[in-house]
């Protein structure tokens, strides 16, 4: 769930439960094969039918809704594990839907107990902490300042138990804070990416209108842009700096670091150049094959804008190349 969407779904359960109503959380725990909603996916109902959020859509889901309006009127307040298989071949646990794969969905109706737990997880989200949400036969908990090894992890038996990450998945560090990086923040901020801008001109206009990232830092200088940027595989780096000689200073900072992505904005023959350089300073060739250079798809992209969608594109097929993983 995108960071903003799982924002406004914990503010409508904590907006809920303040005002003594009603309200149930419907979350995937589990998908398997072609299903339109995949583990993390939640949507919060209260008894008024009001909606927040989607657990994949169609036949399903309008059925699952009603299912926990239903439950609430009656009072059940025990969680429900629902299996759903989308053939309609199968004797039980029919979604509706026609598209082959499964997914397991539990039921929480939320009470005032909940509410503690709710106002943990939206300071969490706010602050960018991390934290594990736990959902088990014995309700919702959540574990601040903690984060396991997999983002989702389901155990169906002997009882129940889903943990999932809270918070963004991936961080975004962009280098240089002009009309492109402005463009991508805006674009990139609505998915899961907790956003760094660094740059090191003073009164860009641009960096001062950027209110899409979570973080800005000026720096004086790009030499000790290392300090500031870790490894790992859910980092993401982007180079955008005013030119080719602090595009330089900045790559060669971070080029023995592994990424999950490392792009650098600029034309082909100028990152040629650049390239070449960097040969002759000796940079071995595996650190120089990790550059995404030119960045973006090819797509004809001439303003900041058309720019922006074409590294987006790049960066989330980069983000996505193992999406259709079993239980992913």
Request: hydrophobic share 40%; glycine share 8%.
């Amino acid at each position: 769930m995108r960071p903003d969407a799982a924002l406004a779904l914990w503010q409508f359960l904590a907006k809920r439960l303040k005002a003594q109503q009603k309200v149930a959380l419907l979350v995937v725990l589990e998908s398997l094969g072609s299903s339109p909603g995949r583990a993390g996916f939640k949507m919060a109902v209260d008894t008024e039918g009001a909606l927040c959020g989607s657990i994949g859509g169609g036949m399903m889901e309008i059925k699952l809704v009603e299912l926990a309006k239903a439950r609430m009127t009656q009072g059940i307040s025990s969680p429900l594990l629902k299996r759903q298989i989308h053939r309609k071949t199968e004797g039980q646990d029919q979604s509706g839907m026609i598209c082959s794969g499964e997914q397991s969905v539990v039921f929480l109706h939320l009470e005032q107990q909940h509410l503690l737990a709710i106002r943990l997880v939206l300071r969490c989200l706010k602050q960018g902490k991390p934290a594990v949400l736990q959902i088990s036969e014995q309700g919702l908990s959540i574990l601040p300042n903690q984060k396991n090894t997999q983002d989702f992890h389901f155990k169906r038996s002997p009882a129940f138990l889903y943990e999932e990450n809270l918070g963004f998945k991936n961080r975004l560090y962009l280098i240089g804070g002009g009309h492109c990086a402005l463009a991508l923040s805006e674009l990139l901020s609505k998915l899961d990416f907790y956003i760094t801008l660094f740059d090191d001109r003073a009164e860009l206009n641009t960096f001062a209108k950027n209110r899409f990232v979570h973080q800005k830092q000026r720096v004086d200088h790009y030499e000790d842009i290392g300090e500031w940027i870790p490894p790992g595989e859910n980092i993401y780096v982007i180079v955008m700096t005013v030119g080719y000689r602090t595009d330089a200073v900045v790559i060669r900072q971070l080029l023995p670091k592994k990424f999950r992505y490392f792009g650098v904005l600029g034309s082909a023959a100028k990152m040629e150049t650049l390239l070449e350089q960097l040969r002759g300073e000796r940079f071995p060739e595996a650190q120089l094959a990790r550059l995404h250079t030119p960045i973006g798809l090819k797509i004809n992209s001439r303003t900041p804008e058309e720019i922006a969608v074409s590294i987006a594109a790049e960066v989330i097929g980069v983000k996505n190349a193992n999406i259709h993983r079993e239980g992913q």
